[in-house]
């Protein structure tokens, strides 16, 4: 009843704004069903099947192309790209997760020169592809949205895992 009001009001003064006819009045209805009269409605949880087709959309790639993807760019010569993985949603929002373990001499400059913050304890990944399995002797750095960077400075060895969500 409530709803019925608040719309003829606003239909009301949208037709006063334009010199319409005068508003309709307000018509209180209600309408009963019983269980058996109102229509199915879909699971609001995917099946699996749903899920796989969803899934059919996403993006993952390997180590090169994640570069690619991650900087725009091919790698300098001087850098390594090891091992990468690269995954976006068909998402709008443009999600992605990447894992990518580079050798370069300037990835201390990199990491330093990022405003990332230096965690003192260590943080275990979970879920990361095999081969993203940085030492515990490693820096680990902190970036936005619970990125992490672990680094061995003189080494010029780094782990990335950013996410955007």
Not at 9 to 17: A, D, K, N, R, V
Not at 98 to 125: C, I, S, T
Request: glycine share 8%; charged share 25%.
């Amino acid at each position: 009843m409530l709803g019925a009001i608040i719309a003829a009001l606003l239909l009301g003064s949208l037709m006063l704004g334009c010199d319409g006819p005068e508003p309709a009045q307000a018509v209180d209805t209600v309408v009963s069903a019983t269980p058996e009269q109102v229509p199915a409605m879909e699971d609001s949880i995917p099946s699996e099947a749903a899920q796989e087709r969803e899934s059919e959309h996403e993006h993952v790639v390997g180590a090169l192309e994640t570069y690619r993807y991650w900087a725009g760019q091919d790698p300098d010569e001087d850098m390594h790209v090891l091992n990468g993985e690269y995954w976006a949603s068909a998402h709008w929002t443009k999600e992605y997760e990447l894992y990518m373990e580079l050798k370069f001499p300037r990835a201390k400059d990199f990491v330093m020169g990022r405003n990332f913050k230096r965690l003192e304890h260590w943080q275990e990944m979970h879920g990361a592809p095999d081969w993203f399995d940085p030492p515990e002797s490693y820096q680990v750095w902190e970036g936005q949205l619970g990125s992490l960077y672990y680094l061995h400075p003189k080494k010029g060895h780094l782990f990335i895992f950013e996410r955007q969500f």
